[in-house]
């Protein structure tokens, strides 16, 4: 029930003197109260929160911009909180970090029953990739390019969590990250503004359902706005500085293109951008979000990034910092207290206005009211659905077909790749091999880690039978403890084919996991070498575990097959064995770019071009723009992905040379599966806009399309080119398409050469 009894009354004679109901009478009994909630449901949503609003004392509406952290997870540095005192006193719209029946059920009855308004809470989680069945971390999601998959993960997410009390996930994360020394690139969809734009949406679409008020929908939380994935020299939370052109040409759209989608929240970021911290940038928050671009939910701060404006040095004081906060357009301070504590003084003081408190108070009351919570505050709370909900068989299903579809076949000399379930004797070799901890992944919410993930090992063992299969573990991570050496190498060499599990550990990726070196870690390497030396006519395959792009310029030469797993999640193992034994083919191409070494770093297929390129006819050229060390280009390029079969391109075909402002065109290609197996094909669609009032990419992405083709069987793909996918924004911020000549090319990577063009009138 929304209100208690004895304030019912006075909700009633708002909404009579509003002329919202048509019956006058005193709620005195069940029936009465029933009937007036029923009347009060009937009613649109800001007619409702008006109502309330009208019956709330201004910290009443403080206390709604306020969250604070529950004991069941740390996702943060702890500041103290007495979360049963602020919710009693009003002074808590939502909390993080609490979750399950039992535990949100306490806290809600708290907020229902022993308040003045009985207003209920928010309760949020990190939901990043999964909540109980955990899917790949969300760069190997997205070298899947398979945006109903994408949007499939995230609708089980928002079961599960739903099912444990939770109405909110801070996820996605659609920042553009170019850069694999920042550990939170393992959280997004990767360099391209194209494609995460499209799996942004994918996101939004999946937490969020098509109607918010059933009980199995989370809100979903556009973050981190905006621009935090360019942190200087990869190192997280630092600085970033750009132009506008950047800003609005790369980081802006993939936000955009979740309001376009209907997401009901953003989140601040913790960097400053252009000398101004983000979660005190009116700029972007109010003059970008919320007036250009019509956001009508609620942004919340970072965890506690709105008292970080003092480190950074643009608030004096935590005072300041509240003041800067609201006036810039942050909604919801999330762990900082200085809503709380603050809020009240500066309005007194005229230092922020009290309709902007407002506002934020009735953004916060509006999303309550879509999740039906003002309706029935415990309608996600349900122990039977909760029993039942999670590790649903259908779930794990589709958890382990994620997996397989987000490896990535980086190499594959000698067709080292599929193994054969009739090979004698297959070594497994490395520290990875029978792990269940860290293939779930960083966030990776309440996926259970000890018993429920499927390791490698587990995997292949559906595959192989117990006298087929060779273990040795080698050495750790990190650890530079070499006394497993001996062993693993006496395995390898009783072995027919070597396959080593190697990588990153969990905790190696993700928030605050920012590294300088970009090889695999530790001593494994070194492993890697004294198998080849003991073994060198042998075929030896690399499953590189990890959550970044990685420096492998070292390992291409010492093993045959590479393929790259990520962290992938609850069902993980079964999905690399599927693709080991060729019971799917592998069809992931890469979102990001892999370097030959750092020094390389940032480096991203789109660039732009300098005014002393290297030749193709000459590429050793003396005064261009390149490295006297090693090439320009990358060990493996945005898009780059093999197959166990192959795929010819042929006829590209234009429908037109002319596209005008008002008609679209046309390009085409036949896609053949000229190899001997069943497969998957992700055909990628790119443009060079050759002169502009801005200097553009060397190329970009502008369409794809994920295809499967029997052996020897043809497809036509046709695409459909407007002048809208032409459009930019110029040094004026106009959102404009220039006329002039476009290079157009349909490839199966970002690996090509231009050969075709169009003109646009």
């Known amino acids: 029930m929304t209100f208690k009894i004895n304030h019912l009354l006075a909700a009633l004679l708002y909404l009579v003197l509003a002329g919202c109901v048509t019956f006058i009478g005193h709620a005195q009994t069940k029936e009465e109260v029933a009937g007036f909630t029923q009347t009060y449901k009937n009613q649109n949503f800001e007619a409702k929160v008006d109502s309330i609003m009208k019956l709330m004392t201004l910290q009443e509406k403080i206390g709604q911009t306020a969250m604070y952290s529950g004991s069941w997870d740390q996702t943060g540095p702890i500041i103290g909180s007495n979360n049963g005192k602020y919710i009693r006193e009003g002074n808590m719209g939502a909390m993080l970090n609490a979750f399950t029946v039992k535990g949100t059920r306490e806290l809600q009855q708290i907020a229902v029953n022993e308040t003045r308004l009985g207003i209920p809470l928010l309760f949020g989680y990190d939901v990043i990739h999964g909540h109980r069945t955990i899917f790949p971390i969300n760069l190997g999601m997205s070298t899947s390019w398979d945006l109903k998959m994408i949007e499939e993960s995230s609708r089980i997410a928002a079961e599960e969590a739903s099912a444990e009390g939770l109405h909110w996930t801070f996820a996605p994360m659609v920042d553009i990250a170019r850069d694999p020394r920042w550990g939170r690139v393992s959280e997004g969809a990767g360099e391209d503004v194209y494609l995460a734009s499209q799996i942004a949406k994918a996101y939004v679409k999946g937490f969020q359902g098509d109607d918010l008020s059933k009980h199995n929908t989370i809100l979903a939380c556009a973050k981190h706005f905006v621009a935090y994935g360019a942190a200087q020299a990869g190192r997280d939370y630092h600085t970033v500085n750009m132009g506008e052109d950047e800003l609005r040409n790369v980081y802006l759209p993939p936000f955009k293109a979740t309001v376009d989608a209907g997401v009901e929240t953003f989140m601040s970021a913790f960097n400053e951008l252009n000398g101004i911290p983000t979660s005190g940038n009116k700029y972007t928050l109010r003059d970008i979000l919320q007036d250009e671009w019509g956001f009508r939910g609620f942004v919340v701060s970072d965890y506690t990034s709105i008292n970080e404006m003092i480190q950074h040095g643009f608030a004096t ?237 070292d390992e291409v030469n010492l093993v045959d097959s590479i393929l790259e797993i990520w962290f992938p999640g609850t069902m993980g193992g079964a999905g690399v064995a599927d693709v080991l034994f060729s019971a799917y083919n592998p069809s992931g191409k890469l979102t990001m770019t892999f370097p030959r070494n750092v020094g390389q770093v940032p480096i991203y297929y789109n660039m732009k ?142 690996d090509f050469k231009f050969k075709h063009v169009f003109q646009l009138n």
């Open 317 to 553: 004081d935590s005072l300041d910092a509240a003041r800067i906060g609201m006036n810039a357009g942050v909604d919801m301070d999330m762990m900082g207290s200085v809503y709380r504590k603050y809020l009240k003084t500066l309005i007194a003081e005229g230092k922020v206005d009290k309709a902007l408190v407002e506002d934020a108070c009735r953004r916060i009351l509006l999303a309550k009211f879509k999740l039906g919570l003002f309706d029935d505050p415990y309608r996600y709370i349900d122990e039977k659905r909760e029993a039942n909900t999670k590790y649903q068989p259908e779930f794990l299903a589709k958890a382990r077909e994620i997996a397989a579809a987000s490896l990535v076949l980086l190499q594959n000399k000698n067709k080292a790749l599929p193994l054969s379930k009739n090979t004698k004797k297959i070594a497994f070799i490395g520290p990875l091999v029978k792990d269940e901890y860290d293939i779930l992944g960083n966030w990776a919410a309440k996926g259970d880690r000890n018993g429920q993930a499927v390791s490698i090992f587990e995997g292949v063992s559906e595959y192989l039978k117990p006298h087929q299969i060779l273990y040795a573990k080698g050495c750790d991570i990190l650890k530079e403890d070499r006394s497993g050496f001996t062993e693993a190498i006496a395995v390898s060499k009783k072995a027919d084919v070597i396959v080593l599990a190697m990588g990153e550990g969990h905790h190696m990726s993700g928030e605050a996991a920012s590294r300088t070196n970009l090889k695999i870690p530790g001593i494994q390497p070194e492993l890697i070498k004294k198998i080849r030396e003991a073994n060198p006519d042998k075929k030896i395959v690399l499953v590189l575990m990890n959550g970044r792009p990685l420096n492998l310029s």
């Open 609 to 750: 071009n300098t005014g002393r390129p290297i030749p193709e006819h000459n590429p050793k050229e003396d005064y261009k723009s390149n490295y006297i060390d090693v090439p320009n280009s990358p060990l493996f390029p945005f898009g780059h992905g093999l197959s166990y079969t192959t795929f010819q391109y042929s006829d590209l075909e234009l429908s037109s040379n002319t596209l005008s402002f008002s008609n679209a065109i046309t390009a085409s290609v036949t896609i053949t599966n000229s190899g001997t197996m069943d497969g998957h094909e992700i055909v990628q669609l790119y443009i060079h806009d050759k002169v502009g009032s801005l200097t553009r990419p060397v190329k970009e992405l502008k369409g794809f399309q994920k295809l499967f083709l029997k052996k020897g069987e043809s497809k036509k793909v046709t695409f459909t080119i407007s002048s809208d996918d032409l459009k930019f924004y110029n040094n004026n911020n106009q959102y404009i398409a220039e006329p002039g000549e476009f290079e157009i090319a349909i490839a199966p990577s970002s």
